[in-house]
């Protein structure tokens, strides 16, 4: 009975003691956990906290908290979530002396965390105290508690971020926010698997899988990022002010992830990593205009090893790239604008202290490619900017590593201008940095660089397309810049800005061969060849060309400063340029040139120059050969030939034309003489030398069928008699042959080889047209003196000596007909009338015989009577007593002798005399003058065959009182008038 009794009242105190357990758990704990949580959180850590319910099973010890919400003191919401479930397992916990949960699953949680504008958070104020936090840390350090976890679960968790720092106000939520943990021990237990997975409101997901351990605290696994915005990533992130901003773009990212905090350092490596941006558009901070616009951008085999601060990738792979850039008028470019700025708050702050010195990252990247990208530059630094695309533009690196010491093989190649090709290839070291270049380049439009030679020259650049194949090596360190190749311009094609006509062109300019050491100054050219080149040079009224017009400074433009000289220190040299081509050639060129400062404007063009030139080296003075040949107006040819050697100047030049028409060069005969030229052509044949600073030249012209035509007013002419000079060098055949040579020293500041020319060529003529017969006697091969024919006294015989030099005169009008030969008489009173005397005492003999005759009836004029001896005896005596009457006598016979001196024979002393007192007739001795004159004109018409149109006596002319003074006839040249 006592036993029944006892098992009945234990189990009716079992009775009571589960209904106490189960009113107890079911009710009495969650009505105090409703009442009294809520303040102990407000006195832990000062924050208002509400339950909606709690429930508890004692039985399975399954615990759930509903609607839980934990506000500030402003009311906003901290932490909430909709159901909390606490699922202990007692037995095991018992078992394993520590706690044991089947699972802790969060319902809906909602997290709210702000950054405030003076940077603090907002969930700062819901930590706990920090005494109680510490002392709780102090305990649980000392006891460590045996705990394990068999399913963690949040789900559909959101998470608020707001930053309203620096006066901003961003805000961003995480939804879907599931976490599960499964196998969480503290003590000897397995990494446990998890799983992280949510939604970023304005785009993208997290995926975060793996396995976590507590001792050591450990953790690996994978991480995947997908579709993340990245400019409202740029917003959300904790960042400093910076100078772009991101306008759109995605993330993509996924890698492997280890984690490990050991006692001495955190090891965290990332491998097989990956990531991904698409669509990516960066501009300047409030701009609106994209700087840098990519459609891919791909990373690939990325590895990580934090602790060791190494990076490896496998390969950077971007397609579709889009840059904008520019060139200030400052000259920086924008982007260093752009980081160079700095905040007034910065600048006003001292400058920190040098920071320690850190390890560098080492850095491998296998492989970058970049495809399809495009670079829009504007230089804005010219005064009209000028912009410059590059297309189509792709970049490939191997094998980079961050110590900079291995040659990256580098590859680029890109359009510029939609047209031209740019390619580039070969390795490179970045430091110290060397090239190895492989270049092409390939039909790039030379008229974009306008700009850059706008400011020296006023010269347009209308076409002209570069291309160039070579290779260039880069080694600043030891002052190498070398570039060896070929290299052409075709179709280019210049104007003057001044009058908008054709400067310098051509077809194609080739270079082969090239050899360009910057370092060293050494400029090496195999073969240049110039096809169809052409240049136009004009000179103006006033003296200058269109040369001139280039290079003049613009209107405002201040005149360029004289660079010094010589920079170099003292003790340094500068090393001279050394210039080497091997040949130039030329084919097809022409030329037009034109002289507007002459009277008549000169226009001329060259066509079809050809030629070339071989062996120029600056250093050496080797000579160079010279050969070209060309036509002006398609009728003359050209030609020059010779040598040159540049170091000493030395040259030997042969120039000649051939068929030049005279007509076209008289815009320069009426400068030069005021003429017109009406008909004729020209040779030239010119050999110039210069040797040590002389020159020594040999000019011979050859004129055929030369006319001059009407005169020109031109006041700065040279008063010459050409049309005599030129009748005087012409020749039967009308032809003119010149040769004259011309000296003179290059040192002397005034030379000048055209003035030279000039004042030969009227030294020339003037010499001709003073000393004609000179030149006849040149003619002629003799020394003789034609231009004045010897008689004896009183006489105008000629003799044979002046007869021969009648036909050597001949001869020469033979051979230049359009000359006149004029004779000018001359009687002279001292040496001629003495020989003309006894004729006059004869002549006045006649004229009483004639008397005598008159007398008895017989009218014969005195020229007509010859008197015999004795009535020139008789006539002698009568007039000798009718001049001197006193001095006469006569003998017993009747003969007459001298009263003073009967012994003299009388005819001959009284002739002497009579001879004495004559004086001098001017009609006599006129009567001589004409008579020696008709007797030249006479032996050369109708001996020497000359035509009476071509012979002119002058008027007579008596000399008196010479008396050393030649008995001659002068004789003198002149031009026949036309018709």
């Not at 060791?308 to 390969?315: D, E, P």
């Not at 510029?416 to 270049?437: E, I």
């Not at 030049?653 to 030069?672: D, G, K, Q, V």
């Amino acid at each position: 009975m006592r036993l029944g009794k006892s098992l009945w009242i234990a189990g009716l105190v079992a009775l009571g003691l589960t209904a106490l357990y189960t009113v107890a758990g079911f009710w009495l704990l969650p009505t105090l956990a409703e009442r009294q949580l809520p303040q102990i959180i407000n006195d832990l850590i000062g924050q208002t906290a509400r339950i909606g319910a709690v429930r508890f099973d004692p039985f399975t010890l399954r615990a759930e908290l509903d609607d839980f919400e934990l506000t500030d003191a402003s009311g906003a919401n901290l932490v909430a979530f909709k159901t909390l479930t606490i699922d202990a397992d007692g037995l095991a916990s018992l078992q394993q002396r520590g706690i044991v949960l089947s699972e802790l699953r969060l319902l809906q949680p909602v997290l709210a965390i702000e950054r405030r504008a003076d940077g603090s958070f907002n969930v700062a104020e819901a930590m706990p105290k920090t005494q109680e936090a510490t002392q709780t840390q102090a305990d649980d350090a000392a006891q460590p508690l045996a705990f394990w976890l068999d399913t963690l679960a949040i789900d559909d968790g959101r998470i608020h971020w707001r930053d309203r720092l620096n006066g901003a106000d961003v805000t961003e939520t995480l939804t879907a926010v599931n976490i599960s943990l499964t196998g969480f021990a503290t003590q000897d237990a397995k990494p446990a698997p998890f799983t992280l997975d949510l939604q970023v409101a304005s785009g993208g997901q997290l995926a975060l899988s793996g396995t976590f351990d507590l001792a050591p605290l450990a953790s690996q696994g994978d991480i995947k990022l997908n579709g993340l915005p990245l400019a409202r990533l740029m917003q959300i992130l904790p960042l400093p002010p910076l100078p772009l901003s991101i306008a759109q773009g995605t993330l993509d990212l996924a890698t492997r992830y280890q984690l490990a905090l050991p006692a001495s350092a955190v090891d965290l490596r990332f491998e097989q990593g990956a990531l991904a941006i698409e669509r990516l558009a960066v501009s300047e901070a409030g701009g609106a205009k994209a700087l840098v616009a990519i459609e891919r951008f791909d990373t690939s085999g990325i590895a990580v090893d934090v602790g060791k601060q190494q990076l490896a990738i496998g390969r950077i792979a971007s397609q579709g790239g889009a840059i904008e850039a520019w060139l200030q008028a400052d000259g920086r470019l924008n982007y260093q604008a752009l980081f160079a700025r700095e905040s007034p708050a910065a600048s006003a702050q001292p400058p920190a202290p040098p920071a320690p010195p850190v390890q560098p990252w080492q850095v491998t990247i296998d492989d970058v490619a970049i495809e399809n990208y495009r670079v829009h530059f504007t230089d804005q630094t010219l005064k009209k900017p000028q912009a410059m695309v590059l297309s189509d533009m792709s970049i490939g690196l191997q094998h980079f590593r961050s110590d900079q010491t291995q040659p990256l093989p580098l590859h680029f190649s890109a359009r510029l201008n939609q047209a031209g090709q740019l390619k580039l290839g070969g390795n490179t070291r970045l430091s110290p940095f060397a090239a190895d270049w492989a270049i092409e380049l390939a039909a790039i439009d030379l008229k974009p660089f306008q700009g850059y030679i706008d400011p020296f020259v006023q010269l347009d650049l209308i076409d002209g397309r570069l291309y160039s194949q070579g290779h260039l090596l880069l080694k600043p360190t030891d002052a190498q810049t070398v570039y060896r190749g070929n290299a052409r311009i075709d179709d280019l094609v210049t104007r003057d800005q001044a009058r908008n006509r054709d400067f310098v062109k051509w077809q194609r300019l080739a270079i082969e061969q090239m050899v360009i050491d910057v370092g060293r100054q050494h400029y090496r050219f195999g073969n240049v060849a110039l096809d169809q080149p052409y240049l136009r040079f004009n000179i103006k009224e006033d003296g200058t060309t269109n040369i001139d017009d280039i290079w003049q400074p613009r209107p405002g433009q201040p005149p360029a400063k004289t660079k010094d000289k010589d920079k170099t220190k003292p003790g340094e040299t500068s090393p001279e340029p050394v210039i080497s081509i091997g040949k130039i050639a030329m084919r097809a060129g022409e030329s037009d040139f034109a002289d507007h400062s002459l009277i008549l404007p000169f226009v001329a063009r060259m066509r079809a120059l050809q030629g070339e030139v071989s062996g120029f080296t600056s250093n050496t003075d080797e000579a160079a050969k010279l050969r070209l040949q060309g036509m002006v107006y398609d009728l003359a040819t050209v030609n020059i030939e010779g040598t040159h050697r540049f170091k000493s100047g030395d040259s030997v030049i042969a120039l000649s034309f051939r068929h030049l028409p005279l007509p076209l060069i008289t815009p320069y005969m009426a400068e030069f003489a005021g003429y017109r030229i009406e008909r004729g052509q020209m040779d030239l044949d010119l050999q110039y030398s210069i040797k040590q600073g002389r020159l020594e030249a040999q000019n011979k012209i050859f004129i055929d069928q030369l006319a001059l035509g009407e005169r020109v007013e031109n006041p700065r002419a040279v008063s010459l008699p050409l049309e005599f000079a030129i009748a005087l060098l012409k020749d039967n055949n009308d032809r003119i042959e010149l040769d004259f040579p011309i000296r003179g020293s290059l040192d002397d500041p005034k030379f000048s080889v055209a003035s030279l020319v000039a004042d030969v060529l009227v030294n020339l003529v003037k010499k001709t047209v003073t000393s004609p017969f000179r030149a006849i006697a040149a003619l002629m091969n003799g020394k003789n003196d034609y231009s004045a024919i010897a008689f004896t006294p009183g006489a105008a015989t000629l003799s044979p000596d002046e007869t021969g030099k009648l036909a050597g005169i001949a001869s020469a009008l033979q051979q230049r007909p359009r000359l006149a030969l004029e004779i000018k008489g001359l009687a002279y009173q001292v040496q001629d009338w003495p020989a003309m005397r006894t004729r006059a005492v004869t002549d006045i003999l006649k004229r009483m015989k004639s008397g005598e005759l008159r007398d008895r009836g017989e009218n014969i004029p005195m020229e007509y009577i010859e008197l015999s001896a004795s009535d020139y005896r008789r006539l002698l005596a009568k007039f000798y007593a009718e001049v001197f009457p006193g001095e006469i006598d006569y003998t017993l016979l009747g003969e007459p002798r001298m009263k003073n001196n009967p012994a003299v024979e009388f005819y001959s002393t009284a002739l002497m005399q009579l001879e004495a007192i004559m004086q001098p007739d001017t009609l006599r001795m006129n009567d001589l003058a004409v008579e020696r004159a008709n007797q030249i004109a006479k032996y050369l018409i109708d001996v020497l065959g000359i035509a009476r149109s071509r012979i002119f006596v002058l008027a007579t002319d008596i000399r008196v009182g010479d008396h050393d003074s030649p008995l001659e006839s002068l004789l003198s040249l002149n031009v026949l008038p036309h018709g």
